[in-house]
């Protein structure tokens, strides 16, 4: 796999959530996801990032449903 990566048209670039134990698009043996395969969606965001601004304070204002 060669970053930078330009993800194709009709798939997806996906990532673990557990970095160092995760196989997600970084790896050579999945890459990419036809998005033919995707089944499900995200619904809402459970736990937000940092905040830009302020990397003590967590971002709540992005928490809530998906569209």
């Known amino acids: ?13 996906v ?3 557990n970095r160092n134990e995760s ?3 970084r790896s050579t043996m999945l890459g990419t ?3 033919r395969y995707v089944i499900g969606r995200a619904m809402i ?3 937000p990032g940092t905040d830009y601004y302020d990397e003590s304070k967590r971002d ?3 928490l ?3 569209t």
């Open 1 to 13: 796999m060669t970053f930078p990566l330009t993800v194709p048209e009709g798939s997806i670039f």
């Open 15 to 17: 990532m673990g959530d």
């Open 23 to 25: 196989t997600d698009s």
């Open 33 to 35: 996801v036809d998005t």
């Open 45 to 47: 965001l459970i736990f």
């Open 60 to 62: 709540f204002s992005r």
């Open 64 to 66: 809530g449903f998906l």
